[in-house]
């Protein structure tokens, strides 16, 4: 209960930390909310919208729908090959295995941009040692360091695996409108607590 009212609490986050979500009556919904801030004033507690749920999914890496997964993404270049079963059968199994030993074309990475003044929003140029190799697919700032973190695929020869020390070898600028930040980029976000 959250006052007089029923409320059930989900175990559940979609940004990396411990969360819940309340499901509640619509006729409950202004009183739980009252009495929620009112319990939570003295610890800090504020709102905050729904970009806030997509920045600090972002910092961990987490996978969304909309911009780092779509229909022409498979789940070996986003970096989610892990989730798909090698024992049992499921509609592009084929894909995924033969991806799984060939290796991939493109690849899901994060860049972490040096420059704390210049905003992404996504669809900003991504150079790569002086070429334009790819877009942003999302971006938000790190609530951990204030820095811009983008997500992008960039296409790769299948033959080698893209790693960490790989990436650091090679110089990426993010394009904000003709004026470009140097970027580092990593295979998974630097930022994930888990």
């Known amino acids: 209960h959250i006052g007089e009212d029923l409320v059930w609490a989900m175990r559940m986050s979609y940004v990396g930390e411990f969360g819940y979500e309340l499901h509640v009556p619509a006729e ?22 729904y970009r806030a749920i997509d920045l600090l999914s972002g910092e961990q890496g987490y996978h969304h729908w909309h911009s780092d997964l779509r229909t022409t993404d498979t789940p070996v270049e986003a970096g989610l090959g892990f989730l798909c079963s090698r024992n049992k059968e499921y509609l592009g199994k084929e894909v995924v295995e033969r991806q799984r030993k060939e290796g991939v074309s493109r690849q899901r990475i994060c860049l972490v941009a040096e420059s704390r003044d210049l905003p992404i929003h996504g669809n900003e140029a991504i150079w790569c040692n002086g070429e334009v190799v790819s877009y942003v697919r999302r971006a938000g700032v790190s609530q951990s360091t204030r820095q811009w973190l983008a997500y992008a695929y960039i296409n790769k020869n299948p033959a080698e695996k893209l790693t960490n020390s790989a ?19 990593y295979l998974r976000s630097p930022f994930a607590k888990s």
Do not use: H, K, P, W
């Open 167 to 185: 990436l650091a070898a090679m110089t990426f600028e993010i394009d904000q409108m003709g004026v470009r930040s140097a970027a580092q980029a």
């Open 28 to 49: 409950s919904l202004l009183r739980v909310y009252r009495n929620l801030m009112a319990a939570g004033s003295e610890r800090g507690l504020c709102n905050a919208g």
